[in-house]
């Protein structure tokens, strides 16, 4: 007895691990949806897809994710037999340099291509945030142009449209990195004796800016400085700057202004700063492209906020964020945060070819769309299910299999019942969970006059809601005669109307 206890206790608990989720048929059709209408987008501005290995070498990756002070890295990691070390890609970017790198002889330049599919981060998992998720990128390798940047944005507002996300909803919030090194020197926290601990610490300071729409101004004001214990007791250590650094820094992430105002403002603040200035430049450039294109004002804003996590970015950078709470049908309200962003990342290739190659690309997170489309209960619904073929007696199966056979035949999706044939009415609570149209009963009776009885499902499920009687049953049969030859026509003709 005691041994049968412990077998039962060391049973695997039937759960997926923190972070990661299974995909019904409802969201993969949603899913697949999306993706049809962004690629469309992409391929419509001369994008060519291009899918690369879901692994590859950390060294190949680099170390440019947020949440460094993770295990491995922020990535799923393990040594080859031959000692190399392997992650599973955490972003399309890093993977994309790799190959660009590889067959630079071989490509057109600029290169422009589009990809999509999972990628996977080791961070810690919180609500809508999983360790896998779907990505869809795009990006053009060569092109320094500032117009490439511009085409990134107007690109991705107009992928949003293409799945019913209008100008009015999101707004497009930009900045440059190199506005934020400009900020960094005018701040006196630049060290020219120690360039590669200066590199460090901007990256953790656009890191830790970063996180500001999810932990608030006075949250990163700790993480600038001393550090920042959680509400579940861990601790994130600071990046110890002055208390006059961190107010300079705060002044400016606090500040929300006009286009006007934002470039103004920061130009008396990076007085002396090519490289912020600079920014500046490109960014002005930027607005005055997507003005002579069309696109409204009222889509676009600069933010000194918008940095990106990633570490590699070096110029232009940009997020998506919806301006309109999200409210599911029982009043719950949600944050979903940012769904696209992108930017430029010139040294990205010039890891492997230790030669400078302009980058800039974007990133539509898939998983954030799906999660709106979920609470606003607007999940892509599955198609019909299949037809499903009853069996009513196991010595004729059979024929049952000849009749799906026929169907599928025929184009239409049909299965026979598998289970257990004890009873009609088993068959048919099976074809009702699985939102079948039809359900086809073939009798000796049937049989021997080579028909079929037809039970039209989505109908009889309509007249049980408004009838009550049997004659008016009888009115508005669901269930009918059918020659075995006419099957396929007949049904086809009831789903198309």
Known sequence: MSEQKNRKHNRPIPKAPRGFKDVTTDIYRSRTHIIKNISAVYEKYGFDFLETSAIETVESLGKFLPDTDRPNEGVFAWKDDDETWLALRYDHTAPLARFYAENINSLPNPFRRYSYGPVWRNEKPGPDRFRQFYQMDADTVG????????????????????????????????????????IVEKAKITDKEHPEEAEDLFFNICRVIDKLDRLGIEAVKKLLGPGREDKSGDFTRGLNLCPSQIDFFSALLTKKDSRTNFFSDLRAVLKGSSKGNEGLDELEKMADIFLAEGYSESVFSFDPTVVRGLGYYTGPVYEVELNRKMIDRRGKEYAIGSIAGGGR??????????????????????????????????????????????????ERYEDYQKIVSMLRKGGLRAEIFLGNPKDLGRQLKYADQRESPFAIIQGSLEAEKGTVQVKDLILGSKFAQKIDTNDEWKEHPSQFEVNLLDLVEVIKSRIEV
Request: proline content about 2%; aromatic content about 4%; glycine content about 12%.
């Open 143 to 182: 092109s320094k142009q500032i117009g490439s940047d511009a085409e990134m944005c107007m690109m991705l507002c107009d992928s949003l449209g293409s799945i019913g996300i209008h100008y009015n909803e999101y707004r497009l919030r930009i900045n440059n990195r190199k506005i934020l090194s400009g």
């Open 345 to 394: 990342y010139d040294g990205l290739v010039r890891r492997f070819t230790g030669q400078d190659v302009p980058a800039t690309g974007i990133s539509i997170g898939i998983d954030r769309l799906l999660a709106i489309s979920k609470i606003e209960g607007k999940i892509k619904q599955s198609n019909r299910g299949p037809i499903i073929v009853t069996v009513m007696d196991k």
